[in-house]
């Protein structure tokens, strides 16, 4: 193939996506909805497959479709989570250079203890509730890790749905995925969870008695001590 053949193709994939996206969006074709087959996208447009499969992947990567192997892709309606799937090759990819665990460590760090502060300051009864019952059942799941750790994951997100903001939910689920890998490289041990969990006893104290500054500084000594363990899983 020349390159001004290259060039055409390209254009008409492009204008295949445009197409597709388009009734993505517009719920033409409906969220969880399968696409029409290769097939059938190459006799509506009267494009070749390999324009088609083009198509699909681009699609993909803007996180508009699901795609497994030998299945039908799905419509995805946009969404905070969507997008931040649609980047998870490119952290992933960044993950593995120099600092950027640690970058990305310190983005979470930054958010949470903005988080806590807001806590602090505008928690509310519900809130409080919830964070006394993660609190509760991470205690309770200090002799069982993997238990702890999604108990662990629950204490923190709760944080993250205080400011009834859809996007930091997303966020957080997120960071969870992208830092998964180095949570599971660590040691499970039971002293550590007891750590872990008078850390959470601090901060879920300092937020119950409205004081956001040291809600802010029982975070980050938390999260500092985390980062020390997971700097040991680069050795």
């Known amino acids: 193939m020349n390159k001004t ?29 399968k696409l029409p087959s290769e097939r059938e996208l190459m006799n509506q447009y009267d494009v070749s497959r390999t324009v088609v499969r083009e198509a699909i992947a681009t699609l993909s990567s803007k996180g508009l479709i699901i795609t497994k192997p030998r299945f039908r892709p799905i419509a995805r309606k946009p969404n905070i989570d969507s997008a931040l799937d649609s980047i998870n090759g490119i952290v992933t ?11 990305l460590f310190d983005t979470r760090l930054m958010i949470e203890a903005m988080l ?15 964070l006394r019952e993660a ?28 400011p009834n903001n859809p996007i930091f ?24 969870n007891e750590l872990n969990y008078y850390a959470h006893k ?13 809600a802010e500084k029982a975070l980050r000594e938390h999260l500092n ?11």
Do not use: C
């Open 93 to 103: 990819h960044l993950l593995s250079q120099s600092d950027g665990v640690k970058n």
């Open 169 to 192: 939910p997303s966020v957080q689920k997120a960071f969870v995925n992208w830092l998964s890998n180095h949570w599971k490289k660590m040691g499970r041990l039971s002293k550590r």
């Open 116 to 130: 806590v502060r807001e806590a602090a300051i505008n928690a509310n009864k519900d809130d409080i509730k919830a």
């Open 202 to 214: 601090k901060i879920f104290e300092a937020i119950l008695n409205r004081d956001p500054d040291e």
């Open 225 to 235: 001590t985390g980062w020390k363990d997971i700097e040991k899983t680069f050795k």
């Open 5 to 33: 053949e290259s060039a055409q193709k390209g254009r008409i994939s492009d204008y295949l996506v445009t197409q597709l996206e388009a009734k993505i969006l517009s719920n033409n074709i409906k969220d969880g909805e």
């Open 135 to 162: 609190l509760k059942a991470n205690y309770l799941a200090i002799n069982d890790s993997d238990e702890f750790y999604t108990t662990d994951v629950l204490f923190h997100s709760i944080l993250y749905s205080i």
